[in-house]
């Protein structure tokens, strides 16, 4: 009995992280599968939410103008 025991642990260990790691595979596989890229209606559609929700602002050029102005870093104090 000692003799399979000992002969047969690494495959109690390697069995479960094999299996593990073709959970993981396969879940970040599916994720990625999930990013496909949105049709020209449903596009505009999550377009036209974020700038209702205030997320985009209507004005971007305005809003490019008014980031770089605030960009700028203060004069160091002097003693």
């Avoid at 000992?6 to 390697?14: E, F, K, N, S």
């Avoid at 990013?35 to 997320?55: D, H, I, K």
């Amino acid at each position: 009995m000692k003799k399979t025991i000992l002969m047969y642990w690494p495959l109690a260990v390697i069995l479960p992280l094999a299996a593990a790691a073709y959970i993981h595979a396969c879940s970040e596989a599916a994720s990625r599968a999930s990013q496909a890229p949105l049709a020209a209606g449903q596009l505009t559609a999550e377009l036209a939410r974020t700038v209702s929700y205030g997320l985009v602002d209507d004005n971007a050029g305005a809003a490019t103008k008014n980031m770089r102005a605030t960009a700028s870093l203060p004069a160091p104090p002097t003693f």
